[in-house]
């Protein structure tokens, strides 16, 4: 049985490291320096997953290794690291941006169908309504979106009022 996911790994899974990258960091945040076995029994993934797992945090400069004692130890970097590593992806993404919205925009209009599954997929459709810039007509239930989308739909409802795109949704319930 899988452990639910905490908020810290959530933010951390949604900043790019994959859920196991997720609760290795988090244990060597709360943890201090580890060794690999230490890693594995603490987080509850596979000691042979781990080696991999450190290997990409490594490179992502998420985490520090020392050498003691011949052993290999293990330590978090300092969380503020993830600010800096979000804002030089922000700079990256803000390099290319122009070129992808060109892209974007040359390319020619037809109607399409989109699949959404996920709260991230169903709050980028959400976005997709708002960029139409229309208000938006609804049909629903008992409201499970705010639920499933938990702060993002707060979020997605700010920016809508901040766009002044109105909303008319009927409940029907049976």
């Given at each position: 049985?899988?452990e639910?996911?905490?908020?810290e790994e959530e933010?951390l899974?949604n900043l790019?490291?994959?859920?196991?990258?997720?609760?290795?960091?988090?244990?060597?945040?709360?943890?201090?320096?580890?060794?690999?076995?230490?890693?594995?029994r603490?987080?509850g993934?596979?000691?042979?997953?781990?080696?991999?797992?450190i290997?990409r945090?490594l490179?992502?400069?998420l985490?520090?290794a020392?050498i003691?004692t011949n052993?290999?130890?293990?330590?978090?970097?300092n969380p503020r690291?993830?600010?800096?590593?979000?804002?030089?992806k922000k700079?990256?993404l803000?390099?290319?941006l122009?070129?992808l919205?060109?892209?974007y925009?040359?390319?020619p209009?037809?109607e399409e169908?989109?699949?959404?599954k996920?709260p991230d997929?169903v709050?980028k459709?959400?976005?997709?309504?708002?960029?139409?810039?229309q208000p938006?007509y609804?049909?629903?239930?008992?409201g499970?979106?705010?639920l499933?989308l938990?702060?993002?739909h707060?979020r997605?409802t700010q920016e809508?009022?901040k766009r002044?795109?109105?909303?008319n949704f009927?409940?029907i319930?049976f």
């Amino acid at each position: 049985m899988q452990e639910a996911e905490t908020i810290e790994e959530e933010a951390l899974v949604n900043l790019g490291p994959t859920h196991n990258e997720a609760k290795v960091y988090l244990t060597l945040l709360n943890k201090g320096e580890l060794p690999v076995n230490e890693i594995a029994r603490l987080s509850g993934i596979h000691r042979v997953n781990v080696y991999g797992i450190i290997d990409r945090l490594l490179k992502k400069g998420l985490i520090a290794a020392a050498i003691r004692t011949n052993k290999y130890y293990y330590k978090a970097s300092n969380p503020r690291d993830l600010s800096l590593m979000l804002d030089e992806k922000k700079d990256r993404l803000n390099e290319v941006l122009p070129k992808l919205n060109s892209m974007y925009h040359s390319a020619p209009e037809k109607e399409e169908v989109f699949h959404f599954k996920g709260p991230d997929s169903v709050i980028k459709a959400y976005y997709m309504l708002l960029d139409q810039k229309q208000p938006i007509y609804g049909i629903g239930g008992r409201g499970v979106n705010r639920l499933f989308l938990k702060h993002r739909h707060k979020r997605f409802t700010q920016e809508r009022m901040k766009r002044e795109i109105m909303e008319n949704f009927r409940s029907i319930i049976f």
